[in-house]
């Protein structure tokens, strides 16, 4: 089996458990990391493509690493193959993707995993159609062609450019009523939540002097607003930790309610979009 066929392989595989998915949710965990590994050998077999010492980690001793995702990014721009920013962020959705499932013990919510996997999927398909001959759909087998047609429509129906990236439309919306929740409460005591930009580690030694982007990569927060729920770069204002990991025991608040399916945020309007109300008052 060639570099490209394995990663072929892995593709029909993560379609696989996609329709097992269906009937047990547990599946998705395996949907992604085939889906992950696949994205991984197109990047090295791209790598290849440009020179066949790319492809190793050290390219002074090729033979015994390849490079990993982590690396593949740079090493892509390097070669100067063709990575805008959407591709970078899914690159790096796909990689805390992994770690999550593989090295932390999590719980994982079907509809964040569903969301997260439709993004690394658009960007397998989208990566393969501009660096490799063909259609990725030649080499999905006859069994699986409805499943990937199926998430290929919910991608273009769920997913929208939010300052600048694609992103699911629940998560643009939830990073807009984020900005209503200023604080969290812990143990009666409100405690300022700590916005994109202003978190302790930028003045920490080991950041050597970096600056934060105008966006946080992983909720779109532009500088001096609130995270989105769930984000991973949060800072917790109370520990210095990661506010999704932390132990710290908040009372509960409306931040808390975000992260949850009874948050309504059809009716969030996101830049001039009217929300659903006001799009219902307005038709009737």
Same mark, same amino acid.
């Not at 490799?132 to 080499?139: K, R």
């Not at 409805?146 to 129906?157: G, H, I, P």
């Not at 999704?244 to 608040?253: A, G, H, K, P």
């Given at each position: 089996m060639s570099l490209l066929e394995n990663g072929y392989d892995?593709?029909?595989?993560?379609?696989?458990y996609v329709e097992r998915a269906a009937t047990d949710p547990t599946r998705w965990k395996f949907a992604v990391l085939n889906l992950v590994h696949a994205v991984e050998i197109l990047l090295k077999q791209r790598l290849l493509n440009e020179h066949e010492?790319?492809?190793?980690?050290?390219?002074?001793?090729?033979? !015994?690493?390849t490079v990993g995702l982590e690396r593949a990014i740079p090493r892509l721009l390097s070669a100067r193959v063709g990575i805008?920013?959407?591709? !970078?962020?899914?690159?790096?959705?796909?990689?805390?993707w992994r770690n999550k499932i593989t090295h932390y013990d999590v719980d994982l919510i079907v509809e964040e995993v569903r969301e997260n996997y439709l993004l690394i999927f658009e960007f397998l398909d !989208?990566?393969?159609?501009a660096h490799f001959a063909g259609s990725l759909s030649d080499h999905i087998p006859d069994a699986h062609v409805q499943t990937?047609?199926?998430?290929?429509?919910?991608f273009r129906r769920e997913f929208i450019v939010f300052r600048g990236r694609e992103m699911h439309r629940k998560w643009a919306r939830r990073l807009v009523a984020a900005q209503r929740v200023q604080v969290l409460v812990l143990d009666g005591v409100e405690v300022p939540r700590t916005p994109w930009g202003q978190e302790k580690w930028w003045d920490a030694d080991y950041m050597e002097g970096r600056v934060p982007a105008d966006f946080c990569r992983d909720c779109a927060a532009a500088l001096g607003e609130q995270h989105g729920p769930g984000c991973v770069l949060e800072e917790c204002p109370n520990c210095g930790g990661?506010?999704?990991t932390c132990e710290c025991d908040w009372d509960d608040s409306d931040y808390w309610a975000l992260w949850g399916d009874e948050y309504d945020d059809e009716n969030e309007p996101l830049d001039g979009e009217p929300s659903a109300d006001e799009a219902a008052n307005t038709n009737g």
């Amino acid at each position: 089996m060639s570099l490209l066929e394995n990663g072929y392989d892995s593709f029909a595989e993560s379609l696989a458990y996609v329709e097992r998915a269906a009937t047990d949710p547990t599946r998705w965990k395996f949907a992604v990391l085939n889906l992950v590994h696949a994205v991984e050998i197109l990047l090295k077999q791209r790598l290849l493509n440009e020179h066949e010492l790319l492809i190793w980690q050290d390219v002074d001793r090729p033979g !015994k690493l390849t490079v990993g995702l982590e690396r593949a990014i740079p090493r892509l721009l390097s070669a100067r193959v063709g990575i805008d920013t959407a591709d !970078k962020q899914a690159i790096e959705t796909a990689i805390r993707w992994r770690n999550k499932i593989t090295h932390y013990d999590v719980d994982l919510i079907v509809e964040e995993v569903r969301e997260n996997y439709l993004l690394i999927f658009e960007f397998l398909d !989208k990566f393969h159609g501009a660096h490799f001959a063909g259609s990725l759909s030649d080499h999905i087998p006859d069994a699986h062609v409805q499943t990937a047609m199926d998430l290929a429509e919910s991608f273009r129906r769920e997913f929208i450019v939010f300052r600048g990236r694609e992103m699911h439309r629940k998560w643009a919306r939830r990073l807009v009523a984020a900005q209503r929740v200023q604080v969290l409460v812990l143990d009666g005591v409100e405690v300022p939540r700590t916005p994109w930009g202003q978190e302790k580690w930028w003045d920490a030694d080991y950041m050597e002097g970096r600056v934060p982007a105008d966006f946080c990569r992983d909720c779109a927060a532009a500088l001096g607003e609130q995270h989105g729920p769930g984000c991973v770069l949060e800072e917790c204002p109370n520990c210095g930790g990661q506010l999704i990991t932390c132990e710290c025991d908040w009372d509960d608040s409306d931040y808390w309610a975000l992260w949850g399916d009874e948050y309504d945020d059809e009716n969030e309007p996101l830049d001039g979009e009217p929300s659903a109300d006001e799009a219902a008052n307005t038709n009737g």
